[in-house]
C-alpha cells in the first residue's frame, strides 16, 4: 500500500472530536428493535450504527441472521435518526444487496479474512464504489493475512479503507472470548500508522464487564475508533446476548473513558511516550501469562518425577536451557548477564514449584 495517506481521508471527514464510534445490536431481529436502538443511539457520540445481518455461525442451528430483510430496518433507521449504517458482507451478493440499500460502512468478518478467495471476489464486487470496508483480524493470529486482505481491497481502487482488532481464537481458555493479542495490532499500527484502526472489544471480551477496559487500552494504544455492540435490553438479544451492553451504558462509557486532547509539542511527547508504556503494559502482561503457564508445565513435570522417583534438580538439562537461552538472549540484543539472571530467577522459582508437590 503505497498511498497510504489516502486512507485516512474518510476517518478524518467526519470532523469528529473524539474517536469514531460505531454501535447496535450483535444481530437485527426486528424491525421494532432497530429502531428503538437507532433512536437511543441518536442523541449519542455514535456516528455509525452497526447490525448484522447474515451472521455466520460456528456451527449449524444457531440464529443465523434474518436476511436481506434486515437491510430495510437499516435503512429505515438512516432515514429517521441520520446515523451512518453499517453491516457484515461475507460474499459478492452480499454487497450487492448491501449496496441497493445504501449501507455506507461494510466490515469483511474473521472468517471471511481468512479466505483470499471470497475477499478477493468482494474486492472486485466493490470497485467503482466509494464505500467504507472496514476488515476484521482473521480468526487465527497471522498479520500477514490481515495485512493481505487489506492489500486486496487497496488494489481493487477501495482507498476508504480500515481495520478491526476482534481478538484471535485460542485453543487454551482465557479470560477473553478471543484473545487480544494486543502486539500484533501494534505490530500493525507500527506499520501502517495511516491505517484506522478500530476496536471491537465486545468479541475480545465475550461478557460486558471489562468492555470498558478494552477500550480504555485501545485509546491509549492511540486506536481511531470503537465499534460496540449495543441493545436496548442484552439479555434477551437473539445471539451473543453476553457481550452486549446498552446504549445507556455506552453513552456512559464514552464520557467515562480518557480521550487525549491535547495538541502541541509537549501534548506530543506526553501522548507518544504513553502509547508505548501502554505498549510496555501490553507486553508485561503477556510475560507474566507465559511465566504462569511455564510454572504450569513444571508442575506437570514435578508430578511426574514424585511419580517415578526423579530428583528434582538436573543439572544437565538446566545447562543446556542455559546455553539455548544465551544465544537467543543474543540474537535479540540481551547481554548474557541479563540472561542468566533471568532465567537463574524462573529455574529457581520452578525448582520451588516441583519441591511443593514432591513433598505434598
Excluded at 469514531?20 to 437507532?38: F, K
Aim: proline share 4%; glycine share 6%; hydrophobic share 40%.
Amino acid at each position: 500500500m503505497e498511498n497510504k495517506k489516502e486512507l485516512k481521508n474518510w476517518l478524518n471527514a467526519f470532523n469528529l472530536k473524539h474517536p469514531l464510534v460505531i454501535a447496535g445490536p450483535c444481530s437485527a431481529e426486528t424491525e421494532e428493535q432497530v429502531l428503538t436502538i437507532a433512536h437511543q443511539l441518536k442523541n449519542s457520540d455514535a456516528t455509525v450504527m452497526r447490525a448484522g445481518i447474515w451472521k455466520p455461525r460456528t456451527r449449524p442451528g444457531n440464529f443465523e441472521g434474518v436476511g436481506a430483510l434486515g437491510l430495510k430496518w437499516l435503512q429505515k433507521a438512516k432515514e429517521e435518526t441520520g446515523l451512518l449504517i453499517a453491516t457484515e458482507v461475507a460474499n459478492a451478493n452480499h454487497v450487492d444487496l448491501a449496496l441497493e440499500h445504501d449501507v455506507d460502512l461494510l466490515w469483511i468478518g474473521a472468517r471471511t479474512t481468512v479466505s483470499p478467495f471470497i475477499v478477493q471476489e468482494i474486492a472486485e464486487a466493490l470497485q467503482g464504489t466509494d464505500k467504507i470496508v472496514l476488515v476484521k483480524n482473521p480468526v487465527n493470529p497471522d498479520l500477514s493475512l490481515w495485512l493481505g486482505a487489506v492489500e486486496r481491497f487497496h488494489t481493487a481502487g477501495i482507498n476508504n479503507l480500515g481495520v478491526i482488532h476482534r481478538g484471535f481464537s485460542t485453543y487454551e481458555k482465557t479470560r477473553y472470548r478471543n484473545n487480544p493479542e494486543w502486539q500484533i495490532p501494534i505490530d500493525l499500527q507500527n506499520r501502517f500508522p495511516d491505517l484506522p484502526l478500530i476496536l471491537d472489544p465486545s468479541h475480545i471480551a465475550g461478557r460486558r464487564d471489562i468492555i470498558f477496559d478494552l477500550c480504555q487500552t485501545a485509546l491509549d494504544l492511540n486506536y481511531d475508533g470503537l465499534m460496540v455492540e449495543t441493545h436496548h435490553n442484552p439479555d434477551k438479544a437473539w445471539s451473543d446476548a453476553s457481550q452486549q451492553i446498552t446504549p445507556d451504558t455506552l453513552d456512559q462509557y464514552t464520557k467515562d473513558l480518557k480521550i487525549r486532547k491535547e495538541v502541541g509539542e509537549a501534548a506530543e511527547f506526553k501522548n507518544r511516550i504513553n502509547t508505548l508504556r501502554t505498549q510496555i503494559d501490553v507486553i508485561d502482561h503477556q510475560l507474566i501469562d507465559m511465566i504462569g503457564k511455564r510454572m504450569k508445565v513444571a508442575d506437570d513435570i514435578g508430578a511426574l518425577k514424585k511419580a517415578h522417583n526423579v530428583a528434582v534438580l538436573q543439572t544437565k538439562r538446566w545447562n543446556e536451557i542455559l546455553g539455548k537461552m544465551i544465544l537467543q538472549g543474543e540474537e535479540k540484543n540481551l547481554s548474557e548477564e541479563f540472561i542468566l539472571r533471568m532465567f537463574k530467577a524462573i529455574h529457581q522459582e520452578s525448582i520451588n514449584h516441583q519441591e511443593k508437590i514432591i513433598k505434598k
